[in-house]
């Protein structure tokens, strides 16, 4: 049987760069417009976006997540340091692409140094500078439709609240009844640590951060593309109270990490014995991927 892997929509990039995802969110999520204002996609404007989630909503089945998790959070990808693995996902930027020549690791830094001008906790700064290095999925293989985009529950009904609902009308489990109840496969309040999200940067990255950063940076790093629940108030039936108390640690991080993109590129080399001293803090020389 044919499966998703073996078709040729698995290699289709339909955004012309990773950084087009984190262009469509900072104006979908602007400061200072309504939530009606925000909540217009237009899929003749951003005909790339809504390719992109017509394919993310098709393919990301549970069959398809439970697959992913089983071949990514065993964690055999190899050993890096954070550099190495900063340094990696820098070929992910498209030199063609005339809107920024900032690279990825530029990109963390903005919003790490963002979240260090504020003054909070080191531990907080680390998760600016590492929330987005799951996106070396795409170096493995993996489509940009599996790797960025808003994240959701899977085996269960969809909210509404998910950018483009209508495209989930073409994932197999849209037809299963038995994941299109409100709770589906899973109880009332289970908490968000037994519900199965759409695969994606953010679950592998706090796969690999789980044994070396604090849980508030852990709910950071797994639940920041999950804008129906953190800013619609989406799959509450499915949180436990802790996890409610915890979605507000991702709001705080989500600010910096819609708005603190800028032209002015960060002076690496000043700064980088700031960041060699924080990675010693938390991690050892090398981390498994």
């Known amino acids: ?9 698995f290699t289709d990039a339909p955004l012309k760069d990773i950084d087009e995802w984190d262009e469509f969110l900072v104006g979908r999520y ?54 190495e693995a900063a340094e990696f996902l820098n070929t992910l930027v498209d030199d063609s692409d005339p809107d920024t020549d900032l690279t990825q690791i530029e990109h963390l830094l903005q919003t790490s140094e963002a979240i260090r001008k504020d003054g909070h906790p080191r531990w907080f700064v ?4 590492i929330h987005d290095l799951g996106k070396v999925l795409c170096l493995w293989g993996e489509p940009q439709w599996g790797v960025v985009g808003d994240t959701f529950p899977v085996g269960c009904a969809y909210s509404d609240q998910i950018v483009y609902p209508e495209y989930f009308k073409a994932n197999p489990d849209f037809h299963k009844p038995e994941y299109q109840t409100k ?12 519900v199965h999200m759409s695969f994606g940067h953010d679950g592998y990255i706090g796969e690999v951060m789980k044994n070396y950063m604090p849980e508030e940076s852990l709910y950071m790093l797994r639940y920041h593309s999950f804008y129906s629940a953190h800013r619609h108030g989406a799959y509450r039936h499915l949180m436990s109270q802790h996890d409610v108390e915890m979605l507000e640690w991702v709001n705080k991080f ?30 050892p020389a090398k981390i498994a991927w």
């Not at 049987?1 to 929509?9: C, G, L, N, S």
């Not at 680390?126 to 500078?129: K, N, P, R, S």
Request: proline letters at 4%; glycine letters at 8%.
């Open 30 to 83: 602007q400061e200072g417009k309504t939530e009606e204002q925000f909540r217009q996609y237009d899929a003749q404007a951003n005909p790339g976006v809504a390719e992109f989630y017509r394919l993310n909503h098709q393919y990301q089945t549970l069959d398809y997540v439970l697959a992913k998790e089983k071949q990514y959070f065993g964690l055999d990808k190899g050993m890096k340091s954070i550099w």
């Open 1 to 9: 049987m044919e499966t998703v892997a073996d078709t040729k929509i």
């Open 254 to 283: 989500n600010v910096y990490d819609l708005y603190s993109k800028g032209h002015t590129k960060p002076d690496i080399a000043a700064i980088k014995p700031y960041y060699d001293d924080l990675f010693a803090e938390f991690f």
């Open 183 to 194: 709770y589906g496969i899973y109880e009332p309040n289970c908490g968000l640590e037994n």
């Open 126 to 129: 680390l998760t600016g500078f």
